[in-house]
């Protein structure tokens, strides 16, 4: 049993800069690869960053070298450093939770990079 809840999304000029917050509870954190994921209006949900336990980390090319996502397995938190932001960035970004046969998701935190 895990579970997930996102905060820190909000509205950012382009160019900005916004760290999104995942805390867990009820399980193991340390056991679990977290992961980011995002949809916007009309599309499908997309990988955007996932570590593991071993703190390997893999990044959708869109993101890569502007993202950077981290956990502190004391805290049970991971996060999303969100740099350099574009408009095409905007959506809800949702935190996950996987192992083995389990994947858990949060309710999604919204993300608007606008002027």
């Known amino acids: 049993q895990v579970q997930l809840v996102e905060s820190g999304g909000g509205l950012v000029q382009p160019g900005g800069s916004l760290r999104l917050s995942c805390a867990a509870s009820?399980?193991?954190?340390?056991?679990?690869?977290m992961g980011w994921y995002r949809q916007a209006p009309g599309q499908q949900r997309e990988h955007v960053a996932t570590?593991?336990?071993?703190?390997?980390?893999n990044y959708a090319d869109s993101v890569k070298g502007r993202f950077t996502i981290s956990r502190d397995n004391a805290k049970k938190t991971v996060y999303l450093q969100m740099n350099s932001l574009k408009p095409e960035d905007t959506a809800v970004y949702y935190c996950n939770a996987a192992r083995i046969i389990y994947s858990y998701w949060g309710q999604g935190t919204q993300v608007t990079v606008s002027s």
């Open positions: 570590i593991t336990g071993g703190l390997s980390t």
């Open positions: 009820g399980s193991i954190f340390s056991s679990y690869t």
